[in-house]
């Protein structure tokens, strides 16, 4: 028996459909609360409840799928062991900066949209990256990973003691 006759002939691979719909509702999430975020706020206390209750529940669930993208790229494309291990910690980490920065947002500080408006991106860069090895030719893993964590990592740590202090009093 020679070498082909033993090893099965390889398919070629399939389209990663769930992928890219686990990002269209991811997307559809993201977009969803940058919306809600930018758009009209204040009105009475119940109205205000329920605008903060709605940031709450689209951040958890934009939260949920971007961990659930990040798992698709770690179990069937490729990422560094450390990086994986990092993204444990920090990407619910990411989503308290997030929530955070929403909280400022609602203490007209208009500017903390920044937080979760970058850091759902560069986590679903991150795990589209990693579901598709071919980009690992571009973009070498280990600069990538370390570079896209620690912009995750600081995005997700400066609205902790922003919120805590103030920005004004950081001068002081």
Excluded: K, N
Aim: hydrophobic share 55%.
């Amino acid at each position: 028996m020679t070498a082909t006759e033993t090893t099965p002939p390889r398919s070629a691979p399939s389209a990663p459909i769930g992928t890219i719909l686990l990002l269209a509702v991811t997307g559809i999430f993201y977009f969803w609360l940058l919306a809600s975020l930018t758009g009209p706020q204040g009105g009475s206390g119940e109205e205000l409840m329920g605008q903060a209750f709605e940031s709450l529940f689209l951040t958890f669930f934009l939260w949920v799928s971007l961990a659930l993208l990040l798992f698709a790229g770690g179990l069937m494309g490729e990422m560094p062991r450390w990086a994986a291990i990092l993204a444990c910690v920090v990407h619910p980490l990411s989503g308290i900066g997030a929530l955070v920065a929403i909280d400022m947002m609602s203490r007209h500080a208009v500017w903390a949209l920044l937080f979760p408006a970058l850091l759902p991106l560069l986590v679903a860069f991150y795990a589209m990256w990693a579901r598709f090895p071919r980009l690992h030719a571009r973009l070498p893993a280990q600069i990538t990973s370390a570079v896209v964590w620690g912009a995750i990592l600081s995005l997700s740590i400066v609205p902790l003691p922003v919120a805590y202090w103030g920005p004004g009093t950081f001068g002081r």
